[in-house]
T-cell receptor
């Protein structure tokens, strides 16, 4: 079956611009997670959705980062006024429920120049 | 603070040379310990979940074990295609997984 998909696969932007990253989870998975991974590091938690609501957004680094999941399926991570330090791979994962195995997408590689 | 560490940071093996990777966790409570494999430029791929001390899981040349403070990923007679970064993650009954930094494994032919 179809796995988690993420678009775009790569995004290059200039400092100060706004970007949107999209995640399409596995069908039927109610839990959705966003992580950020820097080179040589493990994924770092950003935000968790259960259904349409953000159950935990404690990992978002500051108020430039925001995520939505309006219909409980596709999610969009939004970054305002991008900074060079935002450059990383943004990973999305979904699971049947909290505490269950998380299945990851291929990631979006963001480069802020 | 909940923390997951992995060692070694990098490991180079000859084809057929067995070894083990370590994952140490310090969490307030462990619901599950997860192992993932990550190839360059790709997302993590699920391998195993372990729930209680003494539990073991096997898949081809890989075997994962769990104690109260550590998990080991044993690789028996590895092949070059086993080269990847291996990540472990702890589910601490929280809303997300706490990942370690990974071990980069290279298996030379």
């Amino acid at each position: 079956g179809a796995g988690v998909s993420q678009t775009p696969s790569n995004k290059v932007t200039e400092k100060g611009k706004y970007v949107e990253l999209r995640c399409d989870p596995i069908s039927g998975h109610t839990a959705l997670y966003w992580y950020r991974q820097s080179l040589g590091q493990g994924p770092e938690f950003l935000i968790y959705f259960q259904g349409t609501g953000a159950a935990d957004d404690s990992g978002l680094p500051n108020d430039r980062f925001f995520a939505v999941r309006p219909e409980g399926s596709v999610s969009t991570l939004k970054i305002q006024r991008t900074e060079r330090g935002d450059s990383a791979v943004y990973l999305c994962a979904s699971s049947i429920g909290q505490g269950e195995t998380q299945y990851f997408g291929p990631g979006t590689r963001l480069l802020v120049l | 603070e909940d923390q997951v560490t992995q060692s070694p940071e990098a490991l180079r093996l000859q084809e057929g040379e067995s070894s083990s990777l370590n994952c140490s966790y310090t969490v307030s409570g462990l619901r599950g310990l997860f192992w993932y494999r990550q190839d360059p430029g790709k997302g993590p791929e699920f391998l195993f979940t372990l729930y209680s001390a003494g539990e073991e899981k096997e898949k081809e040349r890989l075997k994962a074990t769990l104690t109260k403070k550590e998990s080991f990923l044993h690789i028996t007679a590895p092949k070059p295609e086993d080269s990847a970064t291996y990540l472990c993650a702890a589910d601490n009954y929280g809303q997300n997984f706490v990942f370690g930094p990974g071990t980069r494994l290279s298996v030379l032919p």
